[in-house]
């Protein structure tokens, strides 16, 4: 008998008995329901991690720390040896990379450029026209990554800011009560202030010498400085990138100058957190880490991080997914009862078939082509509810989360619902095994004497 | 030609045992229609089992042919019955949720007849039997007489040379008994197929050219013009 004949017979058995198949159907439905909205969700968080990472982080920069977050974070409990460049960030003590590790990053091959991470504190800063003074962080702009731009233009990708020009977020025009467009071209100070220098033995006596005690207590006063920027754009708003909503933006020239104003003199002068090494286009970035790694430094690319991510994604979706592969596993059992009963119901039509000349085979294949119209009505059942809710939720999801306009969490992949699909009917047709072998074994003169 | 030699079968084991065949032999020939009559229990369905493959009788030849099919592996029986053989029941065993052209359909999918050239078939097997007007109704809703009258359609479609018919008439009152009878013969006589019917109906066995008489799994008399 030809497949897609037993196909069609086993179909239309099936349409007979509409209640039964829809209610066994129904059971598969909710497995393959929470599988499809796991996989979907699990999609969406990787796409919408992997937004997050690509509009924060170009793919071929490589984020370089003395020592390795995980390391630090390992030892925190306990004592931790005091080093000569070590720092407060982040309430971590950090140790610092110095000119030299920079210098030597410098040197890696590959790698096209390195820019530290200058901390700028700025005890206010101030707008041109208002003087309410504020607060805020200042940070290097970040020429890798291109940020919305809500008002001004921004550089093209890949070029700095000019030494005197600033980039600020939109959110700092809403609390200022102008228009974006207002801020553009206005001039913006930041006034830093120098914390006293500690100074040395012999500067002390230096100093003593030249002033008395006065020029000594001069020493350790602290200076001001007033840096005057224009605001060349204003950044917009975006649910994904980080960087650009609460800071103010220079360009790295200006930001290495006056970090160095603001340390010269510290211990931490010309020490970084951290640095970001761009590493030159054709290059291997792995090669250029797994170097930088070698000379004792920790780095971390943003496949590292997605990948961080990924895996926590994995590890939610694979609890779901569990769930659901549970429920099916329920299900198949409803699949072997009713397909046992389909057997019983129709063993003089089996026994036909058989007196015909259908072979065992064939009677197998009619039963479990039956449960595997089962699985397929289930797993389409279930995929298609997934499908039209999680459609219809995904724009009070986005609102709810604020995940910005555009990101969906529930994201529906063609090729995985059809081998879910695919699945679930090879599934049924193992759970179709038990019903079909007793349906083929039938003895055909038994099941004819039946009536 | 279909000649059993000296078959026999037994049912059940040691102290239940039951001979439903003892040494029985018979001669056949082609295009005959042949009663086999006898009460129930006597043997007459297991030696139209046995006669079509369905059953496996222990010791005997069944020769079709000039073929043994106790020989035959059970796919090739499967193949042969589907291709050479055709069976009309008492209670009909027509799939009723399916239509009388899926009905008639089921033989010729079985024998592996391409798509094309059923359709042809099944009309032309409707047509014999008075059914081309229910080609499209369902079985359910056909009567006693037109479900028989369906599954002689069904036996009928793919030329079958061998026609089993096991009380054709047993559950139809007389009337419509007669035309399935009727039907049976006329089919029998134009297409020159062979006709076994198995029957406790002294009259219809009397239409038959061939009466075998059958009680306790022996052939007790064999009467009728070829034999």
Redesign the interface.
Known sequence: ??RL?IMK?AG??LA?AKGRTFLTSLAIAVGAFTVTASLAAGEGARQYADQIIKSNVDPQSVYVTKESMRQNAAQSNGLKEYSENQSQYGGMSIEMLSSDDIASLKAVEGVDTVLPTYLIDAQYIQFQGIDTKYTSDITTYDSTVLAATAAGDMPPLGEQLAANEAVVPESYAETLGVSAQDLIGKTLTLHLVKTGKTPSETEIQAAFMAGGTEAVQALYLSESKDVTLTIRAVSAQSSTSFSASSAVFISDTKAEELANYLTEGTSSYQQYVSATVMVEDGVDIEDVKSTIKDSGLAALTAKDISGMIFTMVNVLQGIVFGFGVLALIASVFGIINTQYISVLERT??I??????????R?VAKLFRYEAAWIGFIGGAIGAGVAYVAGTAMNPWITDTLTLGDGNYLLIFVWWQVALMIVGLMVVAIVAGWLPSRKAARLD??EA?RT? | MIELRNVSKTYGKKKNEFRALDDVSLTIPDGASVAVVGKSGSGKSTLM?AA?G??RPEAGEIVIDGEDILQFK??AV??????T???I?Q?F?V?G??TCY?NVS??L????VPLRERRAKIVKALKAVGLEEKLKSRARDLSGGQKQRLAIARAIVNDPKILFADEPTGNLDSVTGEAIETLLFEYNKKHKTTLIIVTHDPDLAKKCDMQVHISDGKIQKKTGAKS
Do not use: T, V
């Open positions: 008998m030809k004949d017979r239309r058995n007979q003089s039509q026994g036909l078939m058989k007196a015909l000349g259908m072979p065992r064939d055909p003169i004819l009536e | 089992h079509s369905l059953d059970p796919r499967d193949r042969f019955r589907s291709e053989m055709s069976f029941f209670s065993f799939q949720n399916e899926n089921l033989p999918e079985i024998a592996g």
